[in-house]
């Protein structure tokens, strides 16, 4: 048989094969993602901010997408068990992380053995919603702005006290960040989670607390605690009146992210086409509201805008934990 009877042959068969079966098998299964329920890893314990979000976001997006999208929450380390089984996972979309600044910003620069390097061991997919981050003080401090708590703690050099969920939390870093930019001699009081930090600084053991709104606000509201700022960037939509810390304290920010994000190596079509539903069910009325009410503003951003902001949030607070001298923890 010649080569060109070959030849003939091959094209031949090739004409006959449907063109599905010629395509490279990564683009087959794109295009049929996601095949079956996809799980969502929340690395917290049911019932937080970033578990309710992932539940709120779970109808839609199997409604969008044809198939269930399953909360599985598995917690511990900090975020780091939950998060470490996410990027052992293979990147077909099937597993995603619905993860925290803390976890993938902080926690590299906080413990020693990391089962995982919180940039490059991920692919980001989309920033799910800020945080509304609060600073309260207790109703005996006598300031109600900012620029008053930094006259009053500077007249009073280690006399005032600021609780946190634990050495290395974003409660911690977030006083500590204030107290290094005011030129404040503050004591750290750290508890065993920020449930304890909220009541003692209610009832006045610790005068100063950085905390999320979901803490913090049901006590500003009874006045059992008084709202001085917020700690993002920018003023917030859910409380436009109140300012920023940096506002008084320029350069001073905290924002707390929530984020989508897959194992290393997702193909850049799924994390567009991932990100797209993701921010479309952002926006629904439903979500926003329910959000909204626990103090959670969500956003819509890109990946490749997402992967900035993880990379540079990274680099900040490896720096400010180095210069802090915080010690490293067991993971």
């Not at 599905?20 to 329920?37: G, K, M, T």
Request: some cysteine.
């Amino acid at each position: 048989m010649t080569r060109s009877h070959l030849s003939r042959r091959s094209a031949l068969s090739l004409l006959a094969t449907p063109a599905l079966a010629v395509l490279p098998r990564a683009a087959r299964a794109q295009d049929s993602y996601p095949s079956r329920p996809v799980s969502v890893i929340v690395p917290w314990a049911p019932g937080g901010s970033t578990d309710i979000l992932g539940r709120v976001l779970a109808e839609p997006l199997r409604v969008s997408m044809g198939q269930p999208f399953v909360v599985e929450n598995r917690s511990g380390a900090s975020g780091n068990i939950g998060s470490a089984y996410v990027a052992r996972s293979a990147p077909d979309g099937q597993t995603l992380l619905f993860a925290t600044m803390s976890t993938h910003a902080m926690n590299d620069a906080l413990f020693r053995n990391m089962p995982f390097n919180g940039v490059e061991d991920f692919t980001p997919i989309a920033l799910l919603a800020y945080v509304l981050n609060t600073m309260v003080v207790h109703p005996s401090v006598p300031a109600s702005t900012v620029p008053e708590f930094i006259a009053y703690a500077k007249a009073n050099p280690g006399k005032v006290a600021y609780a946190s969920a634990g050495p290395g939390s974003t409660n911690h870093l977030c006083a500590a960040m204030f107290a290094q930019m005011a030129g404040l001699d503050m004591v750290h009081v750290p508890y065993r989670g920020g449930a304890p930090a909220t009541l003692d600084t209610v009832a006045g053991q610790t005068q100063l607390f950085f905390s999320a709104g979901t803490q913090t606000l049901d006590h500003v509201r009874a006045g059992r605690l008084k709202l001085l700022g917020v700690t993002e960037g920018r003023r917030s939509t859910l409380l436009p009146e109140v300012p920023t810390v940096g506002e008084s304290l320029p350069g001073f920010e905290m924002a707390v992210w929530y984020g989508a994000l897959g194992p290393k190596g997702m193909p850049p079509t799924l994390v567009n086409r991932l990100n797209g539903e993701i921010n479309r069910a952002l926006m629904l009325p439903e979500v926003k509201d329910k959000m909204a009410a626990i103090g959670v503003e969500v956003v819509n951003e890109t990946p490749a805008a997402f992967a900035g902001q993880l990379r540079a949030d990274a680099v900040k607070w490896r720096r400010l934990i180095q210069e802090l001298g915080i010690d490293k923890s067991d993971a």
